[in-house]
Nanobody, 124 residues
Framework: QVQLVESGGGLVQAGGSLRLSCAASGRAFSSYVMGWFRQAPGKEREFVAA????????YYADSVKGRFTISRDNAKNTVYLQMNSLKPEDTAVYYC?????????????????WGQGTQVTVST
């Protein structure tokens, strides 16, 4: 079992930045691919970013490429999402998720464990 707890969400003006954190406990964190997803009001949850167990490979949705950066610190059992140049359309609940594999995946059903989510609101 893996428990995931997100933090760092909040209200920010367009063009601003936030850094989300996801603290993991339970089975060996470094064995997991970690991902970030988001769900805006009235929309389905969508993939944002993912990172391999070593941190050597990262993947991003086209909508956030160049603005968001995913990273991880296996010594701290934590994955981060640095979000820059935020836009109102980035407003959503952001979830981190864990996938027990060496293969990085971006499909939501592939992920085994989920956090409760943290709200990010970007105002105009």
């Amino acid at each position: 079992q893996v428990q995931l707890v997100e933090s760092g969400g909040g209200l920010v003006q367009a063009g601003g930045s936030l850094r989300l954190s996801c603290a993991a406990s339970g089975r060996a964190f470094s064995s997991y691919v970690m991902g970030w997803f988001r769900q805006a009001p009235g929309k389905e949850r969508e993939f944002v970013a993912a990172i391999s167990w070593s941190g050597g490979s990262t993947y991003y949705a086209d909508s956030v490429k160049g603005r968001f950066t995913i990273s991880r610190d296996n010594a701290k059992n934590t994955v981060y999402l640095q979000m820059n140049s935020l836009k109102p359309e980035d407003t959503a609940v952001y979830y981190c998720a864990a996938h027990f594999s060496v293969v990085v995946v971006t499909d939501e059903p592939e992920y085994d464990y989920w956090g409760q989510g943290t709200q990010v609101t970007v105002s105009t």
